[in-house]
């Protein structure tokens, strides 16, 4: 069967898919792409039922009292904190982290480390802490009345994250600004997510007489359950964290459905290093932005030719510094003349999702390929290159990045200024490039950093987060109400 998409294109339904389509299955066609997208009848229903319990919620949020959202947020951090709450927690995590690892599926952000869960506290102090949103922001007066403008909950929002359990206390904030939320987390940290709801965060909305469907997760490994929940037109905000491609289409499925979107997936900060900066101060630079792999942390290398003799040396030190730190060997890819020493490319145990590899340790990359995004696991891994000024840098990073985030090494004022003027990013530094994170940068939980992939809804936008969830209601006050025009 031909089906068309795009308005001039057609594609064709295969045979396997074909196969599994029963009576009262939908098909979602993504119009930008022509992926035939399957959405089983049982599936499609379970999420419409949580994304209308959620709609229910969102009535009843509108009127809870301030301190009920506060009992909330304290009750769920105290959960996570308690020994006996966390245990069965961790126990399914741990069986989350086996069961990926023998899939060969990368485990550096699933794994509910102390670390994590400590941050995972901190968020909903954060929260707890905050004041609502129902609040005013503006005013206009006139003769006989006036006209307020105040910050309210913008509806039901949905999330599609990738296996990672720390989302619960990014997702949780929008309650805070007066929204419900429905979710759904990658099926590698499913089990992990079912204990948190059960151990935690269950027990913390009753005991704060929050409405059932406030946090609803979305209990299903299938991908079917994220086509079904950004196609509910309901959804007053559908966001997606994850891998680039996955992300991009549960973002086409959301805009036909005419739900705005939010889209958080290809990430990789870039560094360029001007001659005139310090040799140590690259090099602290570099293993500070490679201490584990997300999306800010340090993917491209740019050095300017008149000090690469002693800058590639430092930014090379700073990589190997990083990768000495986890008991591993690094990964450079090179671009163009780069020269590195013969003991760059010889043979090592490169550490993947999949298992150690030997590999050589430098492998040359085509142009072509400058931007693209390395997802390591245990060995940093990242791309260098040489370039004659700042301002060739900076247009290759307009060119081949993903506009993210961008650092310039340098001692000088002035370009620190056109580089601010002319790169084309959202998160513009000047040293590690780990620091773009909502919560450590701004102390507040993110729910994503929106800037690329249809994150930016107005503009160049920011850090995305729970208590930027909302909208401006309009409310006219008169005082004569014998008023016309």
């Known amino acids: ?132 949103v129902d609040r005013l922001v503006g005013e206009v007066a006139h003769d006989g009345w006036k006209v307020e403008l105040r910050r309210a909950g913008l509806g039901v929002v949905g999330f599609v994250f990738e296996g990672r359990p720390n989302v619960f206390a990014d997702a949780t904030g929008v309650l805070r600004s007066r929204n419900s939320v429905v979710f759904r987390i990658g099926s590698d940290a499913l089990g992990t997510a079912r204990a948190i709801v059960t151990h ?31 196609s509910n037109s309901r959804l007053a905000l559908a966001v997606a964290r994850g891998s680039g491609p996955a992300v991009a289409q549960l973002g086409s499925v959301a805009r036909q459905a005419g739900v705005p979107v939010s889209l958080h997936g290809t990430g990789g900060a870039w560094m360029i290093v001007s001659d005139a900066a310090a040799a140590t101060d690259v090099t602290r630079a570099v293993f500070h932005s490679l201490d584990r ?82 997802e390591w696991e245990d060995s940093p891994e990242m791309t260098l290159f040489l370039v004659d000024s700042i301002d060739e840098a900076v247009a290759a990073f307009n060119t081949h990045s993903p506009l993210f985030a961008a650092s310039l090494i340098s001692p000088l004022a002035d370009e620190h200024s056109r ?27 993110e729910l994503g950093l929106s800037n690329w992939q ?15 969830v909302y909208t401006i209601r309009t409310v006219a006050i008169q005082s004569h109400l014998d008023l016309g025009r």
Not at 96 to 118: C, F, H, P, Q, Y
Request: proline share 6%; charged share 25%.
């Open 1 to 132: 069967m031909v089906v068309p998409y795009g308005g001039d294109k057609v594609t064709a339904v295969s045979s396997e898919l074909a196969a599994a389509f029963v009576a009262g299955d939908r098909l979602v066609v993504v119009q930008e792409t022509g992926d035939l997208l399957h959405i089983p009848s049982e599936v499609w229903a379970s999420t419409a039922s949580a994304v209308d319990r959620a709609h229910e919620a969102f009535g009843a949020i509108t009127s809870l009292p301030e301190e009920a959202l506060t009992a909330f947020y304290r009750g769920f951090a105290q959960r996570l904190a308690d020994p006996d709450a966390v245990a069965p927690i961790l126990e399914a995590n741990s069986q989350d982290v086996i069961e990926a690892r023998k899939r060969g599926r990368s485990t550096t952000r699933l794994e509910l480390t102390n670390s994590m869960r400590r941050d995972m506290v901190e968020s909903l102090g954060v929260w707890e802490s905050l004041p609502g």
């Open 200 to 230: 935690a965060l269950d027990p913390a909305l009753a005991e704060a007489g929050l409405p059932e469907g406030a946090v609803t997760l979305i209990d299903s490994p299938s991908r079917a359950a994220g086509w079904a929940m950004f």
């Open 293 to 374: 792999k997300v999306c800010n942390t340090l993917n491209t290398v740019a050095v300017v030719r008149g000090g690469s003799d002693r800058l590639l040396p430092a930014v090379l030190a700073g990589l190997r510094q990083a990768a000495d730190r986890r008991g591993v060997s690094p990964k450079l890819h090179i671009v163009g003349d780069v020269e590195v020493g013969e003991e760059w490319y010889r043979q090592v145990e490169i550490h993947r999702a999949s298992g150690p590899l030997r590999e050589p340790m430098t492998e040359s990359l085509p142009l072509s390929h400058l931007g693209k995004e390395w």
């Open 419 to 445: 580089f601010y003027d002319t790169i084309d990013a959202p998160f513009v530094g000047n040293g590690f490039t780990r620091w773009v994170d909502g919560q450590y940068a701004l102390d507040r939980p």
């Open 454 to 468: 249809s994150g930016r809804l107005l503009g160049r936008s920011g850090v995305l987060s729970g208590d930027s």
